[in-house]
Protein backbone atom coordinates (compact mmCIF):
# COMPACT_ATOMS: atom_id res chain seq x y z
CA UNK A 1 0.00 0.00 0.00
CA UNK A 2 2.89 2.67 0.84
CA UNK A 3 4.50 1.83 -2.49
CA UNK A 4 1.33 2.20 -4.08
CA UNK A 5 0.76 5.46 -2.72
CA UNK A 6 4.12 6.61 -4.11
CA UNK A 7 3.04 5.04 -7.63
CA UNK A 8 0.08 7.22 -7.93
CA UNK A 9 1.74 10.72 -7.22
CA UNK A 10 1.86 12.98 -9.82
CA UNK A 11 5.16 13.49 -11.92
CA UNK A 12 6.33 16.32 -14.02
CA UNK A 13 4.77 15.47 -17.79
CA UNK A 14 3.48 12.25 -16.32
CA UNK A 15 7.00 10.63 -16.46
CA UNK A 16 6.91 8.25 -13.87
CA UNK A 17 10.39 8.17 -13.34
CA UNK A 18 10.59 7.05 -9.28
CA UNK A 19 12.31 4.48 -8.44
CA UNK A 20 11.94 2.37 -4.94
CA UNK A 21 14.53 0.22 -3.29
CA UNK A 22 13.66 -1.85 -0.37
CA UNK A 23 17.13 -2.24 1.05
CA UNK A 24 15.65 -5.84 2.75
CA UNK A 25 18.62 -8.19 3.12
CA UNK A 26 20.93 -5.44 2.51
CA UNK A 27 19.85 -2.72 4.78
CA UNK A 28 22.43 -3.94 7.17
CA UNK A 29 25.89 -4.14 4.92
CA UNK A 30 24.17 -0.32 3.60
CA UNK A 31 24.15 0.60 6.99
CA UNK A 32 27.79 -0.48 7.80
CA UNK A 33 28.87 1.45 4.95
CA UNK A 34 27.04 4.89 6.13
CA UNK A 35 28.71 3.97 9.68
CA UNK A 36 32.03 3.47 8.69
CA UNK A 37 32.11 6.72 6.36
CA UNK A 38 30.76 8.96 8.67
CA UNK A 39 33.33 7.61 11.57
CA UNK A 40 36.28 8.40 9.39
CA UNK A 41 35.15 11.81 9.65
CA UNK A 42 34.69 12.05 6.06
CA UNK A 43 33.25 15.96 5.35
CA UNK A 44 29.92 15.57 4.51
CA UNK A 45 28.88 19.39 3.07
CA UNK A 46 28.89 21.80 6.06
CA UNK A 47 27.90 18.61 8.57
CA UNK A 48 31.68 17.85 10.25
CA UNK A 49 31.61 19.61 12.89
CA UNK A 50 27.81 18.58 13.80
CA UNK A 51 29.32 15.14 13.30
CA UNK A 52 32.19 15.57 15.62
CA UNK A 53 29.81 15.99 18.45
CA UNK A 54 27.90 12.84 18.17
CA UNK A 55 28.26 9.60 18.55
CA UNK A 56 27.50 7.67 15.44
CA UNK A 57 26.07 4.16 16.77
CA UNK A 58 26.07 1.30 14.73
CA UNK A 59 22.37 2.14 13.96
CA UNK A 60 22.64 5.87 13.73
CA UNK A 61 21.10 5.91 10.25
CA UNK A 62 18.33 3.13 10.34
CA UNK A 63 17.73 2.98 13.96
CA UNK A 64 16.74 -1.04 14.02
CA UNK A 65 13.41 -0.21 11.60
CA UNK A 66 12.30 -3.11 10.06
CA UNK A 67 11.53 -1.57 6.66
CA UNK A 68 13.84 1.32 4.88
CA UNK A 69 12.88 2.25 1.14
CA UNK A 70 15.21 4.56 -0.91
CA UNK A 71 13.28 6.28 -3.09
CA UNK A 72 15.25 7.69 -6.56
CA UNK A 73 14.41 10.04 -9.68
CA UNK A 74 15.31 11.84 -12.10
CA UNK A 75 13.85 14.82 -10.32
CA UNK A 76 13.51 15.94 -6.98
CA UNK A 77 10.25 17.23 -7.45
CA UNK A 78 8.58 14.04 -8.51
CA UNK A 79 10.64 11.57 -5.80
CA UNK A 80 9.95 14.67 -2.94
CA UNK A 81 6.04 13.91 -4.05
CA UNK A 82 6.56 10.39 -4.37
CA UNK A 83 7.96 10.18 -0.52
CA UNK A 84 5.47 12.68 0.48
CA UNK A 85 2.18 10.48 -0.53
CA UNK A 86 4.11 7.08 0.88
CA UNK A 87 4.59 8.74 3.94
CA UNK A 88 0.90 10.17 4.59
CA UNK A 89 -0.21 6.16 3.56
CA UNK A 90 2.15 4.42 5.83
CA UNK A 91 1.17 7.63 8.61
CA UNK A 92 -2.36 6.30 8.02
CA UNK A 93 -1.52 2.73 9.08
CA UNK A 94 0.04 3.21 12.62
CA UNK A 95 3.58 3.61 11.05
CA UNK A 96 6.43 6.08 11.77
CA UNK A 97 8.94 7.61 8.94
CA UNK A 98 11.98 8.51 9.07
CA UNK A 99 13.34 10.36 6.48
CA UNK A 100 17.19 9.59 6.57
CA UNK A 101 19.22 12.91 5.05
CA UNK A 102 22.21 11.36 6.62
CA UNK A 103 21.31 8.34 4.00
CA UNK A 104 20.97 10.58 1.41
CA UNK A 105 24.46 12.15 1.98
CA UNK A 106 26.23 8.80 2.07
CA UNK A 107 24.40 8.06 -1.77
CA UNK A 108 26.51 10.97 -2.93
CA UNK A 109 29.95 10.05 -1.40
CA UNK A 110 29.81 6.36 -1.67
CA UNK A 111 30.12 4.66 -4.74
CA UNK A 112 30.19 1.53 -3.07
CA UNK A 113 26.49 2.37 -1.18
CA UNK A 114 25.29 3.25 -4.44
CA UNK A 115 26.41 0.21 -6.46
CA UNK A 116 25.20 -1.71 -3.49
CA UNK A 117 21.49 -0.33 -3.83
CA UNK A 118 22.10 -1.04 -7.82
CA UNK A 119 21.28 2.66 -8.56
CA UNK A 120 20.66 3.35 -12.13
CA UNK A 121 22.35 6.03 -13.90
CA UNK A 122 21.07 9.22 -14.15
CA UNK A 123 19.40 8.47 -10.94
CA UNK A 124 19.60 10.22 -7.67
CA UNK A 125 18.68 9.28 -4.24
CA UNK A 126 16.04 11.95 -3.36
CA UNK A 127 14.75 10.38 0.16
CA UNK A 128 15.42 7.41 2.40
CA UNK A 129 12.27 6.59 4.25
CA UNK A 130 13.07 4.66 7.34
CA UNK A 131 9.32 2.82 8.72
CA UNK A 132 8.26 1.30 11.70
CA UNK A 133 5.96 1.34 14.70
CA UNK A 134 7.00 4.44 16.86
CA UNK A 135 8.17 3.65 20.03
CA UNK A 136 6.11 7.18 21.27
CA UNK A 137 3.04 9.08 20.75
CA UNK A 138 2.82 12.63 20.78
CA UNK A 139 -0.14 14.55 22.11
CA UNK A 140 0.48 17.16 19.70
CA UNK A 141 2.76 18.50 16.70
CA UNK A 142 5.83 19.91 17.26
CA UNK A 143 5.41 24.03 17.26
CA UNK A 144 5.16 25.18 13.77
CA UNK A 145 6.33 29.26 12.55
CA UNK A 146 3.62 30.87 11.40
CA UNK A 147 2.02 30.63 7.92
CA UNK A 148 4.27 33.13 5.62
CA UNK A 149 1.94 34.17 2.44
CA UNK A 150 2.45 36.82 -0.36
CA UNK A 151 -1.11 38.11 -1.47
CA UNK A 152 -0.79 40.18 -4.52
Known sequence: MILEAGRY?????NSQNVKYTILGS?????????VNLFRKGKKVGNLSSYLRRIEVTD???????PLVIVVSSKSSINAGLASAYMEIMANSLGLG?????????????????RNL?????????????VIGYPNVKYHRVVPRKDLQVNRL
Open 117 to 129: IELEKGYDVVSCM
Open 9 to 13: APTGA
Open 26 to 34: KQKEAEEIC
Open 59 to 65: DFFFKGA
Open 97 to 113: VLYSGFFVMCTKLSRKL
